[in-house]
């Protein structure tokens, strides 16, 4: 724990303090997945109490709850007399090829569509299965990603060390500072309860990472605007990561949204993107725009494969680069399985999101500037951390839930308790969860 949680304030410059982890117990896993939890967690809370201390004289204590941390990696939420649609699709998952395994993720509908372009159509998982064992693990990957889909071949961690990308990831820092050269800071109007109060959050991410980071702003008084684009849903996930915000939509292929989203830019604090690396260099707003329509703006950006190398541009989500980064092979190795093991929960997201929002608390601290994060460099992170533990968590029980009642669109909800506290600034959502759309794109 300390070793990693050591790693992380080394990469986002804050002190090598140590920081108290209370209650006991890991999730299950060839990795130390729920001491990642905790020290990103720590991590973002460090980067709140740090700038607290900036600007106030005081540093707020922090200490994180192993069990609530492990259990927030999974989903805070606990519907009451609803649930929560599936996280995956139909044929979303592993499978079986000539050699070896591959994943496909076809949850959007558009990267089934790229699928299926490639394999056929298929009704159902077994179609799925018998047409993907005809292929080859690596012949099938590249096609469906030139197909413009999303599929990870299962890799060894040996292998992905001799694979260009795993060498360019291995050559980048965890998260990619660049800091701007005034020395001037932003005026804060924050305060201990809500210090990031009055600080306009633009959110262009989705699934899980970046809209992780958003909600934790958002738990510390941001005002966070969420956009999508037109027909984009995620309805698994959308409850649990919109608590605290806003959300609306915009196309900007079109000039009218085009001309209402630089509006927004430009008044816009921190701007949290997940896009592949050309992606809004292609619409128009790389970043010498972005800067242009927003002087001092904070960005912060993620993506699934790292920012150099000859995939920094492909599609990715934590579940591929678990496959593609070794974590699913050595997974099945430390369960003896027959087959792909991931983390019990989607680490990578998660993680990659408290890293985020404390990388983006980190550049408030200073003149402001920019950071680059990705899904592989985290992996790195903690497959190089070792082995996980055996020690098993107590179960959930009715007292980890908050009393509070979030009253939802889809029905009434409580979340878990918050794993992260900072003596003064609790963490709480003025917004309960809502549906994508649900707002004007206006601040």
């Known amino acids: 724990m300390t070793d990693l949680l050591t790693s992380i304030q080394a990469a986002l410059g804050l002190p090598h303090t140590p920081i108290p982890f209370t209650a006991s117990g890991a999730l299950p896993s060839?990795?130390?997945v729920t001491d990642l939890a905790c020290a990103s967690m720590a991590a973002a809370a460090q980067a709140v109490s740090e700038l607290l201390n900036q600007r106030t004289g005081h540093l707020p204590a922090i200490e994180v709850d192993r069990r609530l941390a492990s259990f927030w990696f999974a989903t805070s939420?606990?519907?009451?007399?609803?649930?929560?649609?599936?996280?995956?699709?139909?044929?979303?998952?592993?499978?079986?090829?000539?050699?070896?395994?591959?994943?496909?993720?076809?949850?959007?509908?558009?990267?089934?569509?790229?699928?299926?372009?490639?394999?056929?159509?298929?009704?159902?998982r077994a179609a799925m299965a018998a047409k993907v064992a005809q292929w080859?693990?690596?012949?099938?990957?590249?096609?469906?990603?030139?197909?413009?889909?999303?599929?990870?071949?299962?890799?060894?961690?040996?292998?992905?060390?001799?694979?260009?990308?795993?060498?360019?990831?291995?050559a980048e820092p965890l998260v990619d500072f660049s800091f701007e050269d005034s020395a001037k800071l932003r005026p804060w109007s924050g305060s201990a309860a809500q210090p990031l109060a009055g600080i306009k959050v633009l959110d262009l991410t989705r699934v899980l990472a970046g809209p992780i980071a958003s909600r934790f702003l958002a738990g510390l008084g941001a005002d966070v605007l969420r956009i999508d684009p037109p027909t984009w849903n995620e309805p698994g996930v959308v409850p649990e990561v919109t608590l605290g915000k806003r959300c609306a939509r915009l196309d900007l292929h079109d000039?009218?949204?085009?001309?209402?989203?630089?509006?927004l830019l430009k008044d816009t604090d921190i701007l949290l993107h997940g896009y592949r690396a050309d992606a809004l260099e292609h619409l128009g707003f790389g970043a010498e725009?972005?800067?242009?329509?927003?002087?001092?703006?904070?960005?912060?950006?993620?993506?699934?494969?790292?920012?150099?190398?000859?995939?920094?541009?492909?599609?990715?989500?934590?579940?591929?680069?678990?496959?593609?980064?070794?974590?699913?092979?050595?997974?099945?190795?430390?369960?003896?399985?027959?087959?792909?093991?991931p983390l019990p929960v989607q680490a990578l997201d998660h993680a990659t999101g408290y890293l985020m929002a404390a990388s983006a608390i980190k550049l408030?601290?200073?003149?402001?500037?920019?950071?680059?994060?990705?899904?592989?460099?985290t992996?790195?992170?903690?497959i190089e951390h070792g082995p996980g533990t055996s020690e098993a968590l107590r179960a959930e029980d009715p007292q980890d839930q908050s009393t509070?009642?979030?009253?939802?669109?889809?029905?009434?909800?409580?979340?878990?308790?918050?794993?992260?506290?900072?003596?003064?600034?609790?963490?709480?959502?003025?917004?309960?969860?809502?549906?994508?759309?649900?707002?004007?794109?206006?601040?």
């Open 289 to 341: 725009r972005r800067r242009q329509l927003a002087p001092g703006l904070i960005d912060v950006c993620l993506n699934a494969y790292g920012w150099s190398g000859p995939w920094q541009n492909r599609r990715g989500f934590d579940s591929l680069v678990q496959m593609s980064s070794g974590i699913a092979e050595a997974g099945q190795r430390w369960k003896n399985a027959d087959k792909p093991t």
């Open 136 to 170: 080859a693990s690596a012949d099938l990957e590249q096609a469906v990603v030139e197909a413009k889909g999303c599929a990870a071949e299962m890799r060894s961690w040996a292998q992905w060390q001799q694979h260009p990308q795993g060498l360019a990831v291995n």
């Open 77 to 124: 939420l606990r519907p009451v007399g609803w649930e929560v649609p599936p996280l995956w699709d139909a044929v979303a998952g592993d499978y079986a090829t000539k050699d070896g395994w591959i994943r496909l993720h076809t949850n959007a509908p558009h990267h089934r569509a790229a699928a299926e372009n490639v394999l056929g159509a298929c009704a159902d």
């Open 404 to 443: 509070r009642v979030e009253q939802t669109p889809w029905g009434p909800a409580h979340r878990l308790q918050v794993p992260v506290k900072i003596k003064g600034t609790p963490l709480r959502w003025a917004l309960p969860a809502t549906e994508l759309g649900s707002h004007r794109p206006k601040w």
């Open 379 to 382: 992996a790195k992170l903690l």
């Open 30 to 32: 060839a990795f130390a």
């Open 255 to 263: 000039p009218a949204d085009r001309a209402v989203f630089e509006n």
């Open 364 to 377: 408030l601290s200073s003149a402001g500037g920019s950071a680059r994060l990705s899904l592989a460099r």
